[in-house]
C-alpha cells in the first residue's frame, strides 16, 4: 500500500487554496506507477517523494499530473516540505529539494513553508499581448500598465489591469493562443497595500485557472521591480498576492523580494499549509 496525504496550500482552511497530492515514499514507484496514481487522486498536481541523486539536495520530488510529468516541483514545494515535517521524514528548518535536476532552497515548517529562489531574472523579450488579451476576454484598453514575461524559473505573461477587468475575464480555452503563450498572469496591484489580486489561467500546462502559483507570485517580484511599483530601489520588500477567489478557494501568497540597484536579485514565497485528508492507496499493479 502507497501512504498519501493531501494538502491544501497557501490556505489554512480545508478546501481553499491549491489541493496538492504528496506520496511520503514513492521509492519503489515506477513512472507508469506514479502517473496511474495522479490519474486516481485527479489533483492538479501529485508529489511523489523520492532519494536524492545530486550532491546536497535533501530529498528528491518528481511532480505528477493525471497527464504527465511537470519538471519543476517549485509550485509543490511549499506543500511537500510541511507534509514530510508533518510526517517525521524532514527536520523544520532549511532543506533543498531536488526535481527536475534542480535544486530549491525550502524553509520547511509543519504548519507553512517558504521558497527561496535567487539569482538573475529572466531576460525581457519582446511579444505581442494583444492576443492573449483576446484570448482572456480582454482589450488593450483593460491594461493598466506594460504587459512583460517576467520569473526566475519558468517565464509569466503578466498582463497588469484593473480590477473590473480582472473580475470579468474569462479564458477562451480554444483560442490558439496558448499553444505559443501557455499562460496569462492578470494583476491587478494596490499599491497602498502592497497586494496583489492575480488570476492565472493556464491552458497551455493543462490548468484552466490556477487557484494559487508560488512560481507567478515569485515573478511579480520581477515584474514590480521592472515596473518600480515598489517603496525603493534597495533592498527587501514585502508584499502579498490574493488569488483563488474566483474559483471558490481563496489563496493567500506572502512573498518577498531583494532589490540591487532597482533589479531583482531574489524573491521568497511563504504559503500557509493546511492537511485536508491523508490514507492509503493500492500499488499499481500489484494484486
Known amino acids: 500500500m502507497i501512504a498519501y496525504e493531501i494538502v491544501d496550500m497557501f490556505t489554512d482552511t480545508p478546501y481553499g487554496g491549491c489541493a496538492l497530492g504528496v506520496v511520503l515514499d514513492a521509492a519503489g514507484l515506477s513512472t507508469a506507477d506514479m502517473l496511474a496514481v495522479a490519474r486516481e487522486t485527479a489533483l492538479t498536481e501529485t508529489a511523489f517523494v523520492v532519494p536524492p541523486g545530486l550532491p546536497g539536495s535533501t530529498y528528491g520530488v518528481r511532480v505528477m499530473t493525471p497527464a504527465g510529468e511537470s519538471p519543476f516541483g517549485g509550485h509543490s514545494a511549499v506543500g511537500t516540505a510541511s507534509a ?25 515548517g509543519a504548519d507553512g513553508s517558504t521558497v527561496r529562489v535567487a539569482g538573475e531574472p529572466l531576460a525581457l523579450p519582446q511579444w505581442d499581448p494583444g492576443p492573449l488579451l483576446a484570448a482572456c476576454g480582454l482589450t488593450d484598453a483593460d491594461l493598466t500598465g506594460a504587459p512583460q514575461l517576467a520569473g526566475f524559473g519558468p517565464a509569466f505573461h503578466v498582463l497588469p ?127
Request: proline share 5%; with cysteine.
Open 84 to 108: 514530510l515535517v508533518r510526517a517525521g521524514r524532514l527536520a523544520a528548518g532549511e532543506a533543498v529539494q531536488e526535481c527536475g535536476g534542480r535544486q530549491l532552497t525550502v524553509v520547511a
Open 161 to 287: 489591469v484593473d480590477a473590473q477587468a480582472l473580475a470579468r475575464a474569462s479564458a477562451d480555452l480554444s483560442d490558439p493562443v496558448w499553444a505559443d503563450c501557455a499562460d496569462a498572469v492578470l494583476v491587478a496591484w494596490d499599491a497602498a497595500n502592497s497586494t496583489a489580486r492575480v488570476r492565472v489561467f493556464a491552458p497551455g500546462y493543462g490548468m484552466p485557472e490556477d487557484p494559487a502559483c508560488a512560481s507567478a507570485a515569485l515573478g511579480l517580484g520581477v515584474w514590480l521591480a521592472r515596473e518600480k511599483a515598489l517603496s525603493s530601489t534597495e533592498g527587501r520588500h514585502s508584499y502579498e498576492v490574493r488569488q483563488g477567489e474566483d474559483l471558490g478557494r481563496p489563496a493567500t501568497l506572502s512573498c518577498t523580494v531583494d532589490l540591487v540597484e532597482g533589479h531583482a536579485r531574489a524573491a521568497t514565497v511563504h504559503g500557509r499549509v493546511t492537511a485536508t485528508a491523508s490514507g492509503r492507496m493500492a500499488h499499481p499493479g500489484r494484486p
